[in-house]
């Protein structure tokens, strides 16, 4: 503003100066001067102005996401209830008996016959026998020779008893064993087993797997520059010694 007012001065000067051409202007003008104007160089007028300026524009990314699963624990009936028959085994004890571990047998005996030696003399009568004889060059020859009566003890065995069998009875032998015996027999019963529960691990999708796109906003800045408001030029200023001379 300060501006404007100040070109219009100028203007209204340049005005009385047409005008009025008898005034004079810049040092050495002739008569009474009243005012003096100079021609001046008006510089360029500038101005810092703030500006948005996009740094970064708007765009969209897609960004692919896992299915979301998660596991439960699910009870389920790992074995159910069931009747099942129970077998006591019997119980056994040891009896003490009196057992034959040797039956009554019969047993023979042989009973040697005896003897007794019992001599004789026994009459031989008169006769020939044959000898059997050797010479010196190892010939052999049989001869028959004249024996005379005599006599000859004879020794023999008289059986005073015979051999025998005699037959004996032989007692049993008797023992005392042990042997197992049943004191109770096996008992049957029904007992009843309830279901055994227990959990297993499940999977479950709780949300399935797709595509998220995500917008991004544009990224703005502020920037400041120096502009150009008016540019430049020419005017007339007052000058200092028309005023000396007025003086």
Sequence with gaps: MRH??????LA???????ATPTLAFGDGC???????????????????????????PAYRTVVPTPPLVRNYAVPVVMRPGRWRTMVAPPVYGMQRERVVVAPAQRVYEDVPAVTRRVTKTVALPAGVRWERTRDLLGRERLCKVATPAGTRTVVRNVVVSPARRIAHVRPA???VVERPVVVRPPIASRVYEPPIHGYIGRSVVVRPAGLYVFSHPPVVGVTREHVLVRPGGYAWARSRAGAADRW
């Design 12 to 18: 209204g000067s340049l005005f009385i100066a047409a």
């Design 173 to 175: 032998v008797y023992g």
């Design 30 to 56: 002739g008569g009474h001067v009243v005012e003096c104007y100079a021609k001046v160089r008006l510089p360029d007028v500038y101005a810092t102005r703030t500006r948005s300026v996009l740094l970064r």
């Design 4 to 9: 404007i007012a100040l070109a219009a001065v």
